[in-house]
C-alpha cells in the first residue's frame, strides 16, 4: 500500500485538509492569478510592467534620493530631490503670510480638522455641533484676518497656500448650501417665473466651466460694482465658486426631493401644515438625509476645483509651488513638487470618499 | 355647525389666504427683485464702461488680432481678424474635446471592465488607479504632465524610441504617418458610405428578423464592410504606400505628425482623469445587470455575443449613458484650464483677446455661450439616444 493512501486510513475523514493546491496561498494564487491561460498571461503581463515601473521608481523617489540640501547639489544628483519641498514647506504651505504670524492659520486648521474628526460621528450631529461650526468658522475667519483682541491685521491679499485652498473649500461648501436648496425648492416650485428663474440659473452654470465663472469675477465683476466700491480679489473668486457649487448642489438636493414619496406632502397637507412648515418640518430633513453623501462628492470636487484659483493669480497651495518652482534654484524639480502637492490633495479627497461611502453604507440600512 | 364654517370660507376668503392671488404676488416681487438686481448691476456697469470709455459691442471682432497663436488646425496669421483667431480656438477646443472624449470611452470602458476582473492584480490595480486619479485635481494633474514633456523628456537628440516610428521629446510626440494621398480622401468616403450601408442593412436585418425569424450576422458583415470596403478603394487607388517618417535634422525631427508638448499633456491629463470616472461609470452599469439575466440568457440557448448584445448590453447601456454624458461634458468644460498650459483653446485665444481689446464682458460672455452651446448641444443629442435606448429595451 502506498503511503498516502495510509495516512488517509489513520486519519478520520474530517481531519483530512484539503490539498495545498487549494487552499493557502498557492490555491488563492490558483484562483485569482492563474485560473484559465487568459488571466495566467494577463498576471503575468501585469507582473512584467509592474518590475518595469515600480523598482527604478524607488530607486528614484528613496534610494538616490535627497532630502535636505541645497538646489545645486540636487542638480548634481541623479535621484529625487525632495529638499525642493523641506527647504520651500513653509513658504508652500503659507504663502505670502507674515512669515512670524504663522501660527495663526496653522490653529485655523487644526481647528478646522478637529471640527470636521468632531463631526464625523453621527451622534454627534445635533444643534450644539451647527454652533461649534458657526463659532468655529468666525474664529477661523478672525485669526487669518485679525485686527481684534490685539492680533495683527493681516491684509488678505497676504493670505495663501493650503490655509486659502481649505476656506475656499469649506466656506463655499458652508455658503453655497443654503443658496442650493432653495434654488432646488424653486425648481420643484408650482410657480412658473420661479421655477423658470431657477432652472434657467441651474442649467446656465452647469453649462459652462468654473473658469469662466473666475474669468467673470476678475474682469467682469469689478464692473458690476458702482464706482469707489472694490471688493479683493480672493472674494470675489469665493463668490464666483459660491455661484457655481450652488447649482451643483441644487441638482443633487432636487434629487433627493424628487425621493420623496408624495404621500409625504399629502401627509404634511392633511396635518394642515402650510408650505414653509411642510419643507422645514417634513420633507427637507428627510430630504437632506438622503443626499449626505453625494453632497460629500460635492465637496470632493469643490475642494479640488479650487485650485482653479491659479489661473486668476490666487496664491492657493498649487501657486504656492509653482513660485517655488520658477525660482531659477530649484527649477526642474517639478515632479517632485507636485507629487508632494497631490499627496496632499489625495489623503483629503480619499478620506472624505471613505466617509462619503461609509456613510452610505449607514445610513442605507438604517432606512 | 358645517354650514356656516363652509359659508364664510367659501364667501369671503381674504386676500392673504387666496393661494391664486398668493402665488401671483410671490412671482411678482421676485421678478422685481431680480429685475432690480439686474438694472442695478447694468447701470454700474454702462456708468463704470462710461467712465472708462470702452466701446460696448462685437465691432472689435473686425479689427486685427494682431497675436500669433501656436497650432491651429485652419490658416492662421496675427494679421487676421479676432474673429477668426477666436474660430481657431473654438476648433482647437473641438479638437481636443473630441479626441479626448473618444480615448476617455475606450481606456474607461477598459478599466471599468478590468475593475471587476477576475483576475486580483488586475482588479486591484485598477481599484487603485481609479482612487488616485480620481482624487488629485485635474489642474495639478495637468501640470505634472506638461512639466512631464518639459522637464523629464529628452531633447529630440536622445528622444524616447519606445517603437519604431515614434518619437517622444521635449519638442512633443512624432509619429509616421502615410503622406496623404488622394487615395486616403477616397477611403474616407468608402468609410463613411460603409456606415450608411451598414444603417440600412442593419434595419433590413431586423425587418427580415422579425417576419422571418432568420438571424443575419450582422456584426461579421459589419467588420467586413467597415474594413474590406476602404481596401478595396485603397488597392484601386494603387495602393499607395508611401510612409512620411520623422527623421532628425538639427535640433528637431522633420517629417511626420508632430503633436505639441501642450496638445500631449492637456489630452494626457484630461483622459488620465476623466477615464477614472468613466470606468466607475461603467463598473456601475455592469453591476446593475444581475448575473440571473445572463443565466436566463444562457438558459434560452443564447450564445455568449448574443448574451452581450442581447441581454447585458441594452439594460447596462441605459445605466451607463446619461451618467457618461455628463462625464464627457465635464472634459469638454475641463478642456478649458488648457489656458493654463498654454494650448490656445477658446477660452484662452478669449483670454487674450480680453486683455489685449478690454471688451471683459463681451469676452465672458462669449466663452459662456460658446460652452453653454456645446452642453445643450451634446445633452439634447444624448437625451435623443437615450431614448432611443430606451424604446429599444421596452
Same mark, same amino acid.
Given at each position: 500500500?502506498?503511503?498516502?493512501?495510509?495516512k488517509?486510513?489513520?486519519?478520520?475523514?474530517?481531519?483530512?485538509k484539503p490539498?495545498?493546491?487549494?487552499?493557502?496561498?498557492?490555491?488563492?494564487?490558483?484562483?485569482?492569478?492563474?485560473a484559465?491561460?487568459?488571466?495566467?498571461?494577463l498576471?503575468i503581463?501585469?507582473?512584467?510592467?509592474?518590475?518595469?515601473?515600480?523598482?527604478?521608481?524607488?530607486?528614484?523617489?528613496?534610494?538616490?534620493s535627497?532630502?535636505?540640501?541645497?538646489g545645486?547639489?540636487?542638480?548634481?544628483?541623479?535621484?529625487?530631490?525632495?529638499s525642493?519641498?523641506?527647504?520651500?514647506?513653509?513658504?508652500?504651505?503659507?504663502?505670502?503670510?507674515?512669515?512670524?504670524?504663522?501660527?495663526?492659520?496653522?490653529?485655523?486648521m487644526?481647528?478646522?480638522?478637529?471640527?470636521?474628526?468632531?463631526?464625523?460621528?453621527?451622534?454627534?450631529?445635533?444643534?450644539?455641533?451647527a454652533?461649534?461650526?458657526i463659532?468655529?468658522?468666525?474664529?477661523?475667519?478672525?485669526?487669518?484676518?485679525?485686527?481684534?483682541?490685539?492680533?495683527?491685521?493681516?491684509?488678505?491679499?497676504?493670505w495663501?497656500?493650503?490655509?486659502?485652498?481649505?476656506?475656499?473649500?469649506?466656506?463655499?461648501?458652508?455658503?453655497?448650501?443654503?443658496?442650493?436648496?432653495l434654488?432646488?425648492?424653486?425648481?420643484?416650485?408650482?410657480?412658473?417665473?420661479?421655477?423658470?428663474?431657477?432652472?434657467?440659473?441651474?442649467?446656465?452654470?452647469?453649462?459652462?466651466?468654473?473658469?469662466?465663472?473666475?474669468?467673470?469675477?476678475?474682469?467682469?465683476?469689478?464692473?458690476?460694482?458702482?464706482?469707489?466700491?472694490?471688493?479683493?480679489?480672493?472674494?470675489?473668486?469665493?463668490?464666483?465658486?459660491?455661484?457655481?457649487?450652488?447649482?451643483?448642489?441644487?441638482e443633487?438636493?432636487?434629487?433627493g426631493?424628487?425621493?420623496?414619496?408624495?404621500?409625504?406632502?399629502?401627509?404634511a397637507?392633511?396635518?394642515g401644515?402650510?408650505?414653509?412648515?411642510?419643507?422645514r418640518?417634513?420633507?427637507?430633513?428627510?430630504?437632506?438625509?438622503?443626499v449626505?453623501?453625494?453632497?460629500?462628492?460635492?465637496?470632493i470636487?469643490?475642494?479640488?476645483?479650487?485650485?482653479?484659483?491659479?489661473?486668476?493669480?490666487?496664491?492657493?497651495?498649487?501657486?504656492?509651488?509653482?513660485?517655488?518652482?520658477?525660482?531659477p534654484?530649484?527649477?526642474?524639480?517639478?515632479?517632485?513638487?507636485?507629487?508632494? &502637492?497631490?499627496? &496632499?490633495?489625495?489623503?483629503?479627497?480619499?478620506?472624505?470618499?471613505?466617509?462619503s461611502?461609509?456613510?452610505?453604507?449607514?445610513?442605507?440600512?438604517?432606512? | =355647525?358645517?354650514?356656516?364654517?363652509?359659508?364664510?370660507?367659501?364667501?369671503k376668503?381674504s386676500?392673504?389666504?387666496?393661494?391664486?392671488?398668493?402665488?401671483?404676488?410671490?412671482?411678482?416681487?421676485?421678478?422685481l427683485?431680480?429685475?432690480?438686481?439686474?438694472?442695478?448691476?447694468?447701470?454700474?456697469?454702462?456708468?463704470?464702461?462710461?467712465r472708462?470709455?470702452?466701446?460696448?459691442?462685437?465691432?472689435?471682432?473686425?479689427?486685427?488680432?494682431?497675436?500669433?497663436?501656436?497650432?491651429?488646425l485652419?490658416? @492662421?496669421?496675427?494679421?487676421?481678424?479676432?474673429?477668426?483667431?477666436l474660430?481657431?480656438?473654438?476648433?482647437?477646443?473641438?479638437?481636443?474635446?473630441?479626441?479626448?472624449?473618444?480615448?476617455?470611452v475606450?481606456?474607461?470602458?477598459?478599466?471599468?471592465?478590468a475593475?471587476?476582473?477576475?483576475?486580483?492584480?488586475?482588479?486591484?490595480?485598477?481599484?487603485?488607479?481609479?482612487?488616485?486619479?480620481?482624487?488629485?485635481?485635474?489642474?495639478?494633474?495637468?501640470?505634472?504632465?506638461?512639466?512631464?514633456?518639459?522637464?523629464?523628456?529628452?531633447?529630440?537628440?536622445?528622444?524616447?524610441?519606445?517603437?519604431?516610428?515614434?518619437?517622444?521629446s521635449?519638442?512633443?510626440?512624432?509619429?509616421?504617418?502615410?503622406?496623404?494621398?488622394?487615395?486616403?480622401?477616397?477611403?474616407?468616403v468608402?468609410?463613411?458610405?460603409?456606415?450608411?450601408?451598414?444603417?440600412?442593412?442593419?434595419?433590413?436585418?431586423?425587418a427580415?428578423?422579425?417576419?422571418?425569424?432568420?438571424?443575419?450576422?450582422i456584426?461579421?458583415?459589419?467588420?467586413?464592410?467597415?474594413?474590406?470596403?476602404?481596401?478595396?478603394?485603397?488597392?484601386?487607388?494603387?495602393?499607395?504606400?508611401? =510612409?512620411?517618417?520623422?527623421?532628425?535634422?538639427?535640433?528637431?525631427?522633420q517629417?511626420?505628425?508632430?503633436?505639441?508638448?501642450?496638445?500631449?499633456?492637456?489630452?494626457?491629463?484630461?483622459?488620465?482623469?476623466?477615464?477614472?470616472?468613466?470606468?466607475?461609470?461603467?463598473r456601475?452599469?455592469?453591476?446593475?445587470?444581475?448575473?440571473?439575466q445572463?443565466?436566463?440568457?444562457?438558459?434560452?440557448?443564447?450564445?455568449?455575443?448574443?448574451?452581450?448584445?442581447?441581454?447585458?448590453?441594452?439594460?447596462?447601456?441605459?445605466v451607463?449613458?446619461?451618467?457618461?454624458?455628463?462625464?464627457?461634458?465635464?472634459?469638454?468644460?475641463?478642456?478649458?484650464?488648457a489656458?493654463?498650459?498654454?494650448?490656445?483653446?477658446?477660452?484662452?485665444?478669449?483670454?487674450?483677446?480680453?486683455?489685449?481689446?478690454?471688451?471683459?464682458?463681451?469676452?465672458?460672455?462669449?466663452? =459662456?455661450?460658446? @460652452?453653454?452651446?456645446?452642453?445643450?448641444?451634446?445633452?439634447?443629442?444624448?437625451?435623443? @439616444?437615450?431614448?432611443?435606448?430606451?424604446l429599444?429595451?421596452?
Amino acid at each position: 500500500m502506498d503511503p498516502l493512501k495510509q495516512k488517509l486510513i489513520e486519519k478520520k475523514a474530517s481531519e483530512v485538509k484539503p490539498p495545498v493546491t487549494i487552499i493557502g496561498p498557492i490555491g488563492w494564487a490558483r484562483a485569482n492569478l492563474f485560473a484559465g491561460w487568459v488571466n495566467s498571461i494577463l498576471t503575468i503581463v501585469t507582473l512584467y510592467l509592474l518590475w518595469k515601473i515600480v523598482p527604478p521608481f524607488i530607486k528614484w523617489a528613496f534610494f538616490n534620493s535627497l532630502w535636505y540640501s541645497t538646489g545645486t547639489e540636487c542638480h548634481k544628483a541623479g535621484g529625487a530631490c525632495w529638499s525642493v519641498i523641506s527647504k520651500n514647506f513653509r513658504f508652500m504651505i503659507f504663502g505670502f503670510y507674515p512669515h512670524d504670524l504663522q501660527w495663526r492659520p496653522l490653529m485655523a486648521m487644526i481647528i478646522l480638522v478637529v471640527l470636521l474628526f468632531y463631526s464625523r460621528n453621527r451622534n454627534h450631529w445635533k444643534k450644539p455641533l451647527a454652533y461649534a461650526w458657526i463659532a468655529g468658522l468666525i474664529i477661523m475667519g478672525l485669526l487669518m484676518k485679525g485686527g481684534l483682541f490685539g492680533l495683527t491685521t493681516v491684509e488678505s491679499t497676504q493670505w495663501g497656500g493650503l490655509p486659502l485652498t481649505l476656506l475656499l473649500a469649506i466656506f463655499g461648501l458652508t455658503a453655497a448650501y443654503p443658496l442650493g436648496v432653495l434654488l432646488a425648492l424653486g425648481r420643484q416650485s408650482r410657480l412658473p417665473a420661479i421655477k423658470t428663474i431657477c432652472i434657467i440659473y441651474i442649467e446656465m452654470i452647469r453649462g459652462v466651466p468654473l473658469i469662466s465663472l473666475l474669468f467673470m469675477s476678475s474682469v467682469v465683476f469689478p464692473l458690476f460694482l458702482p464706482e469707489g466700491v472694490n471688493v479683493n480679489a480672493i472674494l470675489r473668486a469665493q463668490a464666483a465658486i459660491i455661484l457655481f457649487t450652488a447649482a451643483y448642489i441644487a441638482e443633487v438636493v432636487r434629487g433627493g426631493l424628487q425621493g420623496m414619496s408624495r404621500g409625504q406632502y399629502e401627509a404634511a397637507e392633511s396635518l394642515g401644515l402650510n408650505y414653509y412648515q411642510t419643507m422645514r418640518l417634513v420633507i427637507l430633513p428627510q430630504a437632506l438625509k438622503i443626499v449626505i453623501p453625494p453632497s460629500v462628492s460635492i465637496l470632493i470636487s469643490a475642494f479640488k476645483d479650487t485650485s482653479l484659483v491659479v489661473i486668476i493669480a490666487l496664491f492657493d497651495l498649487l501657486k504656492t509651488t509653482q513660485s517655488v518652482l520658477s525660482d531659477p534654484k530649484w527649477m526642474g524639480f517639478s515632479a517632485e513638487a507636485y507629487i508632494f &502637492i497631490a499627496m &496632499i490633495y489625495f489623503f483629503c479627497c480619499f478620506f472624505m470618499s471613505n466617509y462619503s461611502r461609509r456613510l452610505e453604507r449607514e445610513l442605507s440600512t438604517s432606512n | =355647525m358645517t354650514k356656516t364654517n363652509t359659508k364664510v370660507h367659501s364667501d369671503k376668503v381674504s386676500f392673504w389666504y387666496d393661494p391664486g392671488k398668493r402665488s401671483f404676488l410671490y412671482q411678482v416681487g421676485t421678478l422685481l427683485m431680480v429685475g432690480l438686481l439686474g438694472y442695478y448691476l447694468l447701470s454700474n456697469t454702462l456708468s463704470n464702461l462710461e467712465r472708462q470709455s470702452i466701446a460696448t459691442g462685437f465691432g472689435f471682432l473686425q479689427k486685427e488680432a494682431s497675436f500669433e497663436i501656436g497650432e491651429s488646425l485652419i490658416s @492662421y496669421s496675427a494679421a487676421d481678424r479676432y474673429a477668426r483667431a477666436l474660430f481657431v480656438g473654438m476648433l482647437n477646443t473641438l479638437l481636443v474635446s473630441f479626441i479626448g472624449i473618444v480615448l476617455t470611452v475606450i481606456l474607461g470602458t477598459f478599466i471599468g471592465v478590468a475593475r471587476l476582473s477576475k483576475n486580483w492584480l488586475v482588479k486591484k490595480l485598477a481599484a487603485v488607479y481609479i482612487e488616485i486619479f480620481q482624487d488629485i485635481p485635474v489642474l495639478l494633474q495637468l501640470f505634472f504632465w506638461y512639466a512631464f514633456f518639459y522637464e523629464i523628456l529628452p531633447s529630440p537628440r536622445e528622444a524616447l524610441n519606445p517603437f519604431a516610428g515614434f518619437f517622444m521629446s521635449n519638442r512633443g510626440i512624432v509619429f509616421t504617418v502615410p503622406v496623404l494621398d488622394q487615395t486616403h480622401i477616397y477611403m474616407a468616403v468608402a468609410f463613411i458610405i460603409g456606415w450608411i450601408f451598414i444603417f440600412f442593412l442593419r434595419s433590413w436585418a431586423k425587418a427580415r428578423q422579425e417576419k422571418t425569424g432568420a438571424l443575419f450576422p450582422i456584426v461579421k458583415v459589419s467588420v467586413g464592410i467597415l474594413i474590406g470596403l476602404p481596401l478595396l478603394v485603397w488597392l484601386l487607388g494603387g495602393a499607395p504606400t508611401q =510612409m512620411d517618417v520623422p527623421v532628425l535634422e538639427g535640433f528637431n525631427f522633420q517629417g511626420g505628425l508632430n503633436v505639441s508638448p501642450e496638445f500631449s499633456a492637456l489630452l494626457l491629463g484630461l483622459v488620465l482623469y476623466t477615464a477614472a470616472f468613466v470606468a466607475e461609470v461603467v463598473r456601475a452599469g455592469i453591476q446593475s445587470v444581475s448575473h440571473g439575466q445572463t443565466e436566463a440568457a444562457m438558459s434560452l440557448g443564447l450564445k455568449p455575443g448574443l448574451i452581450l448584445n442581447l441581454v447585458i448590453l441594452p439594460q447596462a447601456l441605459r445605466v451607463i449613458i446619461p451618467p457618461l454624458t455628463s462625464q464627457m461634458l465635464n472634459l469638454a468644460k475641463n478642456s478649458s484650464l488648457a489656458v493654463a498650459i498654454g494650448y490656445p483653446d477658446f477660452v484662452s485665444v478669449a483670454g487674450t483677446t480680453i486683455n489685449q481689446t478690454g471688451q471683459a464682458i463681451e469676452g465672458v460672455a462669449m466663452i =459662456m455661450a460658446v @460652452y453653454l452651446c456645446f452642453s445643450l448641444l451634446t445633452s439634447a443629442f444624448m437625451n435623443w @439616444y437615450n431614448k432611443n435606448i430606451a424604446l429599444v429595451e421596452r
